[in-house]
T-cell receptor, first 114, second 116 residues
Framework: AQTVTQSQPEMSVQEAETVTLSCTYD???????LFWYKQPPSRQMILVIR??????QNATENRFSVNFQKAAKSFSLKISDSQLGDAAMYFC???????????FGKGTKLSVKP | EPEVTQTPSHQVTQMGQEVILRCVPI?????FYWYRQILGQKVEFLVS????????KSEIFDDQFSVERPDGSNFTLKIRSTKLEDSAMYFC??????????????FGPGTRLTVL
């Protein structure tokens, strides 16, 4: 079975500071993808960043970067220079490849303080 | 920018009633999905749909549920006889490609279903 675990139900960060959201996962697939999706209040989930398991280099998208530790099955998201618009629920998501569906973590609610 | 849309945003129904949740996927997408999130729990996969048939479904997707693409734009989820435990947020998603390939799924804003 494939699982995703987010151990931080809520996190808070000061505007302009850096915050790291944690995620661990488990899969028997050799080829898989990991994603962080962001869900602002009352709006749809949008893809923030993705990581292909076969790539050793950590993905980066502007202020968002990941720390992908394949052996440890860890996939954390770092948000630098946090902005008020970053406040949202963040889901760590696994795509196993052999199936079409996504496996979600429970989410981390991020608050950004001005 | 194209978006997945869902209607209604909130549906309230009585236990035992049938409900139909509607979704309009992104127009050039071929794969469609339904997920649900019970309050305080994880987002869970229900079903995927391609070429007018179900390609995969989870254990949750029992005989009470059905999906349909009645025309070229809509994708619907029907719950035949709702139960209290069907109360959840239901998300529709679509993607250009599906199984076996990189698969960015674009999500709608969700329909909150409340069963009384």
């Amino acid at each position: 079975a494939q699982t995703v675990t987010q151990s931080q139900p809520e996190m808070s960060v000061q505007e302009a500071e850096t915050v790291t959201l944690s995620c661990t996962y488990d899969t028997s697939e050799s080829d898989y993808y990991l994603f962080w999706y962001k869900q602002p209040p009352s709006r749809q989930m949008i893809l923030v960043i993705r990581q292909e398991a076969y790539k050793q280099q950590n993905a980066t998208e502007n202020r968002f970067s990941v720390n992908f530790q394949k052996a440890a099955k860890s996939f954390s998201l770092k948000i630098s220079d946090s902005q008020l618009g970053d406040a949202a629920m963040y889901f760590c998501v696994l795509y196993g490849g052999s199936q079409g569906n996504l496996i979600f973590g429970k989410g981390t609610k991020l608050s950004v303080k001005p | 920018e194209p978006e997945v849309t869902q209607t209604p945003s909130h549906q309230v129904t009585q236990m035992g009633q049938e409900v139909i949740l509607r979704c309009v996927p992104i127009s050039n997408h071929l794969y469609f999905y339904w997920y649900r999130q019970i309050l305080g729990q994880k987002v869970e996969f229900l079903v995927s749909f391609y070429n007018n048939e179900i390609s995969e479904k989870s254990e949750i997707f029992d005989d009470q549920f059905s999906v349909e693409r009645p025309d070229g734009s809509n994708f619907t989820l029907k719950i035949r006889s709702t139960k209290l435990e069907d109360s959840a947020m239901y998300f529709c998603a679509s993607s250009e490609q599906g199984i076996g390939t990189y698969n960015e799924q674009f999500f709608g804003p969700g329909t909150r279903l409340t069963v009384l």
